[in-house]
């Protein structure tokens, strides 16, 4: 990928991560990737509020260790990745309303938009550590 287009993929993803923040839909940490050729682009584990496009780290899709400032969460980032050759960009957020609604339920119904594309339900996970 051509330099520029490498830097505006970072600035892109260091933007949308400072989105989620400013829009409450992270308490803390959360995570923004975006799939170029055969990398993505993903945030550091860190504030998204404080996320610039020079922390964000670039890592092989066939990556077999993830780099020393990523999230645990990137597995599942590479994961989906692979299974899902179109995703072009991935966004973790989770509103503290997540945490509350988690505790009541199993299950969520999507309810506008483009969330009815997901079917009737989306599960919950049952536990808070990492699935």
């Not at 923004?32 to 945030?43: C, G, K, L, N």
């Not at 092989?60 to 899902?84: D, I, K, M, N, V």
């Not at 299950?107 to 506008?112: E, V």
Request: with cysteine.
């Amino acid at each position: 990928m051509h330099s520029s287009a490498v830097q505006s993929l970072d600035l892109q993803v260091a933007h949308a991560a400072t989105a989620l923040a400013a829009l409450g839909l992270v308490d803390a940490f959360g995570h923004v990737s975006a799939r170029d050729a055969d990398h993505m682009v993903i945030t550091p584990a860190a504030d998204l509020a404080t996320v610039a496009a020079s922390d964000c780290l670039r890592v092989p899709l066939s990556a077999t260790s993830l780099p020393a400032g990523c999230p645990a969460e990137g597995w599942a980032h590479l994961a989906l990745y692979e299974r899902f050759p179109a995703t072009g960009a991935i966004a973790r957020a989770q509103p503290p309303a997540s945490l509350a609604v988690g505790m009541l339920t199993d299950r969520i119904a999507p309810t506008h938009g483009q969330a009815c594309w997901l079917g009737d339900w989306v599960p919950v996970f049952p536990s808070a550590q990492l699935v």
